[in-house]
């Protein structure tokens, strides 16, 4: 039985005739089963990568790990020709570009080989797989919200058994590609250990236990949500993530105060509206890392308290560096970007990996590797606050805009894809309607 509109918005009374006619267009029933695959499949993998790093090789299935990212592959072509080719998005089509071009850039500037350029690729390739969405939601399959929720169950308890058991994967680490990588890495904050859960890493479990329920929290009742509110917290609480913390904060405010009173009164629009608005007033958020290398670059932060050493740190060093050294070394580079990869884990593969340093924010990292052309993508991204009739894709705009802050989204493929996921009906427009209008205010002039 083929997906309807109204059934991917329940609370939008009547779908624009666009909208509809995208839906149709793109064939929602055939193509949501497999990237809705796809998305599931990486999202099992970062919920449970100390147990599948651990155990695959013990039956030899190594290669196992690595099937979600050939898989993602396909949706880059997928996306390429329906989106950018068929469909003539403008925003799709600046998008396949830049990616393209920032491959052949790192290339070149990082001297890089195949393993390397094959990574790069795996970095963005699940970012396309969030933005093929675009129209549709995840939520179209009842199997899939309980699967999304489950995920989340998991990874709670994995968080919560932290401190009673001794995982085998604790410590451990594998070789990929001639590069030693950590998986349960050991980290300390405040002189408390950060437990990762079954994901091994504590950014990872903690991601994995809210945004999750993020997702589908309209599509599961909701006493398994508040049911979830406390086990949550407290895995949060173990991970010491400061911005999952935070953004569970948020959440479940906007829980609490829009979305439950909203179910009560039957108010779909004017909850839709309101965020809405959130989702928008978010990206005041985009330009803070920017704003503050500005303003604050070479003050001592700790001073004022010493909590803020983190934030310091990436003020003066972390966030700084790339555009030190491109103005030193590839003065290009601060327009063009330096490339897919550049200081990301891909550059780890090249002869330039002794300049990583972790640049702990998406937007500051994206426009890293692409450049000017991805201030123009920022541009498209936030016509999706205004395109989208889907609430948790505008809950989850509102809410990535704060988590980004402080998290790349470029180390577990779940948060790049989920940040396209976000943002994917930014392409609902394309630009043989543009065309038409602006043939249409050239007639009347």
């Not at 590069?179 to 091994?200: D, E, H, L, N, P």
């Not at 509206?273 to 990206?283: G, I, V």
Request: aromatic share 14%.
């Amino acid at each position: 039985m083929a997906t309807t509109i109204d059934s991917q918005f329940p609370d939008m009374p009547s779908a624009p005739t666009g909208l509809r006619r995208w839906v149709r267009d793109v064939d929602v029933d055939r193509a949501v089963l497999p990237l809705t695959i796809v998305f599931l499949t990486y999202g099992t993998r970062d919920a449970l990568t100390g147990v599948f790093r651990y155990w695959l090789p013990k039956f030899h299935l190594a290669g196992a790990w690595f099937v979600p990212d050939f898989m993602s592959f396909l949706v880059v072509a997928y996306f390429v020709w329906v989106l950018a080719i068929r469909r003539q998005s403008a925003w799709a089509i600046l998008f396949s570009i830049s990616v393209f071009v920032s491959a052949i850039l790192g290339w070149i500037f990082m001297a890089s080989s195949a393993v390397a350029l094959l990574s790069s690729v795996k970095l963005m390739s699940p970012m396309f797989v969030g933005l093929a969405f675009a129209g549709r939601s995840i939520a179209d399959r009842k199997w899939a919200c309980y699967f999304m929720f489950m995920l989340a169950v998991v990874s709670t308890v994995g968080l919560l058994c932290s401190p009673l058991f001794d995982y085998p994967w604790v410590g451990m680490a594998v070789e990929t590609f001639g590069q030693t990588k950590a998986v349960g890495r050991v980290w300390w904050s405040g002189g408390a250990i950060r437990y990762g859960g079954f994901a091994g890493d504590s950014t990872m479990a903690a991601y994995m236990c809210l945004f999750p329920l993020v997702i589908v929290h309209r599509h599961i009742s909701p006493k398994l949500v508040l049911l979830m509110a406390g086990p949550v917290g407290l895995a949060l609480h173990l991970s010491t993530s400061k911005t999952a913390i935070g953004c569970g904060v948020l959440f479940a405010a906007y829980y609490l105060f829009v979305v439950l009173p909203g179910l009560r009164k039957d108010d779909g629009d004017r909850r839709r509206e309101l965020t809405r608005l959130f989702a928008k007033w978010s990206f005041v958020l985009v330009p803070v890392p920017f704003i503050l290398m500005l303003a604050l670059g070479g003050t001592d932060l700790t001073k004022i308290d010493p909590m803020l050493f983190s934030m310091q740190d990436r003020i003066n060093n972390t966030w700084t560096f790339p555009f030190t050294y491109l103005g030193q070394n590839f003065p290009i580079g601060l327009i063009t970007g330096c490339g897919l990869g550049c200081f990301t884990y891909p550059m780890e593969y090249t002869q330039l990996a002794y300049l990583m340093v972790p640049v702990d924010n998406f937007y500051v990292a994206t426009y890293v590797m692409l450049g000017v052309p991805f201030i123009l993508f920022v541009i498209g991204m936030f016509t999706a606050t205004i395109k989208s009739m889907d609430n948790e894709k505008l809950t989850l705009m509102a809410l990535l805009n704060v988590y980004v802050i402080t998290v790349q989204c470029y180390g577990p493929s779940t948060a790049t894809i989920v940040m396209g996921y976000a943002f994917s009906d930014m392409f609902l427009n394309h630009t043989r309607q543009w065309k038409r209008r602006h043939r249409a205010g050239s007639a009347a002039g």
